[in-house]
């Protein structure tokens, strides 16, 4: 079969009144699926049942650090904690800090301090306008926290290497209104691509005009590789260290899609000075977090082989199904060449570029047949998709056999899109 | 013996000497003992533990507005903790919103959210400078949570009814740029006192200058009785009602000192239009609280019943403890007529004022014979008593033998503070 595009417009009425007698019987079957968000499944959420009674009777409740976990205290989290964070990141215990069940909360928080207290220099909030560069397509929730301070958003280019480090290094340079960005350096959220070398040493090397320019380094997706050929981070910290920069980076982490969505931990990493920042606003928002559920995660797990061990569970359920959306992806709408997609080594998402102007469309497709998806333009600042192109696919929470099914109805949807277009064009 | 006040000078000295050589003598033995924070004992902490095994493998997960708690999702908690929290608060389910393990952290939440947000004027941190009222002597990490925010703060004197709300009234009438008071309506932090019902009736009917003037009823020690003669607290959201004021409150409680001070959880009860405002921070800050922890509470407690059935097994160890300090502070002081205090029905505190201008040599002699107390002025804005008095003690943390010898070395501190200082007249 020829492309949509090079069909003629005869060809074109007849696939198209193929498709829209497709769409109409899967729409007719009333489905009810949901591939929104990046949420674990329920066959995920049970490989750590374990972990809820791994706190017994005889369980001792004092640890290295902390004369009884059940009590207040310990602002930073118990060490055993921070031990296990540093080794998934590759840093030392001494720059880690664990909270409570939530990276993203986390992240709110460090903004809102740097909104506070600034760093270094006059708080954010006393600078007038300030911004934020946000490599696009990128995680709705990250450009959500911006927009809720009030920061002002700049869609930067993505790259197969990460940002389009050409206009990073040009902007930051130039403007100390730049306060800020946000990296997924790892899987990024929604392509799946990891930073290359060359990316991660150009973050590391940045001289930002803004003396208080910080990079929000979310490695949500640290551990969450879903094939044999899993890809390779650098180490933001080590790079730092070489170009005498280590307060330009706060990394994020968490348990959420290890153990509990709901219930896991998160941790920051991060140099002294910026740790005591943080302090200095923690010192007063809290006493500390749940250090019991910090307790019943070390105790589960051990150590990082016991975290690896662990993912490879997630893996074993993960991988049949990202291979399914991509498999389907090939088959359904290569030959048309209606769009464009990513096949990632890990996370929690493929992402979807479908022919420019139809994301939307394909969107409210999806929905008026029952299958709910992101919505289009949440992956761009201020939900604005410049092309109207992109759309992120999560395949971990269905049932394999309604993944399957939604699927089918996304394909059948970007194809109907794409040649409403070119019939109307 | 007479008064300390009415002994001639010999006497006087005398007495001096007697206390020196009292003092050193427990100075010698090295003590190390801790009075400071309102912590649970060791023994209070175990009274919980059969919580951390309450859900096993037979447990289902999904609750009645929940799919899976495990997972992402519920914003404002599990309908089975807010039914437990309105139950031990008086109101309805659907004006409670159940957060993480740390009231303190809500309550900071909410005071940046006016900061950010405003309460239907401008956002608070826009209007410049902004008050807030402080009943003294009071909890110092209110006290904190203002000064964080920049929030200047008026001390209130402290009633046997509550705050002195002549003055409450007055102020709030008067000057727009009062936005809000700290109130620890029972068993008030650290006096022990409970509002009377005229006290309640008076804060709901309060028609602040400033229409975004909020109170911060933090009900810490809402079920929280030791004695056979508990008090009782007229139940604020009722009174609100009867002015059509339901969003002057925020209210405030957590199971940190019913279950576990560092896992707990905790909730905000306040108006639709309250929880409304809020929410629209929460929902960038967070996608949700540990529901895995909500769930526990809420099989292990059952109802209500069974948290106050549970409360009977904490009294039973404080009660003791709050009789000893009490008892103590009746036979080895009041004869000299150096300090007066409170004897509360419930609460975490007892609050001693020693000879004025002697408190912080007094919490001095005690930390250098081994005891550390709550610092002197803590228990004022910007930790400044103004009569160097009040003093703050705490009975619950150490076992009851080392509160027993702690009392001793405050008692002939107090003793020999106020000797010295008519001496030194």
Known sequence: ???????????????????????????????????????????QL??????????????????????????????????????????????????????????????????????????GAEPWNKQGTIKFLCPSPG????????????????????TAEGPDMDVVEKLVSEDASIKGIWCVPKYSNPQGITYSDETVRRFAALRPAAKDFRIIWDNAYVIHDITDTPDSLLNIFDELKKNGNEDLVFEFCSTSKITFP????????????????????YNFQTIGYDKLNMLRHVLYFKNLEGVLAHMQKHR???????????????????????????????????SVDVTEGTAKRVVALCKEAGVVLTGAGATYPYGKDP???????APTYPPIEELQIAMEVFCISAKLAAAEKLLNA
């Open 139 to 158: 995680y709705d929730r990250h450009f959500g926290v911006t927009e809720y301070f009030g920061i002002e958003m700049i869609a930067v280019p993505m």
């Open 387 to 393: 092309k109207d192109s992109n759309i992120r696919v």
């Open 316 to 350: 074993a359920i993960l991988e049949p199904r990202f291979e399914l959306v991509v498999n389907m992806l090939e088959s359904e709408l290569k030959e048309s060449g209606v769009a464009k997609w990513t096949k990632p080594n890990g996370g929690y998402f493929v």
């Open 262 to 281: 709901g219930a896991g931990i998160a941790a920051i990493a991060a140099s002294e000075n910026n740790l005591k920042l943080l302090s200095k606003r």
């Open 46 to 119: 049970s490989l750590s049942n374990d972990m809820l009674n791994v706190i017994t009777p005889e369980t001792a409740f004092k640890t290295e650090d902390n004369p009884d976990v059940r009590n207040y205290g310990g602002l930073d989290g118990i060490i055993e904690a921070k031990r296990l964070f540093a080794d998934i990141l590759g840093v030392k215990p001494e720059n880690i800090f664990v909270g409570g069940n939530s990276s993203l909360n986390l992240m709110f928080d460090t903004i809102a301090c740097l909104m506070e207290l600034g760093a």
């Open 1 to 43: 079969m020829p492309t949509y595009a090079s069909m003629d417009k005869a060809a074109l009425n007849e696939e198209y009144q193929k498709l829209s007698a497709a769409y109409e019987e899967y729409k007719a079957r009333g489905l009810s699926l949901n591939m929104a968000r990046g949420k674990p499944g329920a066959e």
